[in-house]
């Protein structure tokens, strides 16, 4: 089992603390990450956009001069693309961009998340985030203390002052371990745990 250190909301050790092999412990799978992160960016989509084609823009049912004898190119309608108030060539069109992904699959790449992140030695778990308000300055000197300026903070559950503390600091998000996902952990340089998170990670996406 991998082993990190433990430490209070001050950085300093107070122990040390082992790891889950089955979330920290495996040999990262980049290929399932990368699927896993494309599919999370791909669904976060709209979709929504929308032009028009030369066949939905209103007017140009007339032909704007005869065919020959003009000596300008033939037309055959004032709304072709190449007309101002003209359609649009390949118009886009409202579309679903989801990308489904098997269940064990996301749940792999969660732990090749969670796994590179220990290898790279850039896990930090503490006691707990009790902080005396939810200010900014609290937070800052938390994350000051631990060493970090760029990290994803992971909560047992919904803590309004920890997220009201972190929402304006940049690089720093807050999310809890029900929709912890690949694409924020891997964004972040640190991810912080506490002892809490922990054993939740092995509730919530027990084998």
Do not use: C
């Not at 209070?8 to 979330?23: A, C, R, V």
């Not at 996301?106 to 707990?128: F, M, Y």
């Not at 009201?164 to 690949?182: D, G, K, Q, W």
């Amino acid at each position: 089992m991998p082993t990190v250190a433990l430490l209070d909301i001050t950085g300093k050790k107070i122990g040390d603390i082992e790891l889950n092999d089955y979330f920290f412990g495996i040999e990262p799978n980049v290929h399932v990450m990368h699927m896993v992160v494309k599919a999370h960016l791909a669904n976060r989509r709209q979709g929504t956009q929308s032009s028009l084609t030369r066949a939905e823009v209103r007017g140009g049912g007339k032909k704007p001069w005869k065919q020959k004898g003009t000596g300008r190119a033939r037309q055959g309608s004032t709304r072709s693309p190449q007309w101002r108030h003209g359609g649009v060539v390949f118009a886009p069109k409202p579309r679903d961009y989801r990308i489904s992904i098997n269940k064990k699959v996301k749940r792999l790449a969660l732990r090749s998340a969670l796994s590179s992140k220990v290898i790279g030695e850039s896990i930090i778990v503490v006691d707990n985030l009790d902080i005396k308000e939810a200010k900014t300055r609290e937070m800052v000197k938390v994350l000051s203390a631990l060493a970090t300026s760029n990290a994803l903070i992971v909560l047992p559950e919904k803590t309004e002052k920890v997220e009201l503390a972190a929402r304006n600091i940049p690089h720093v998000e807050t999310t809890l371990v029900s929709t912890l996902n690949v694409y924020d952990i891997l964004k972040h340089k640190q991810v912080i745990l506490t002892k809490e998170v922990l054993a939740k990670l092995e509730e919530v996406y027990a084998q």
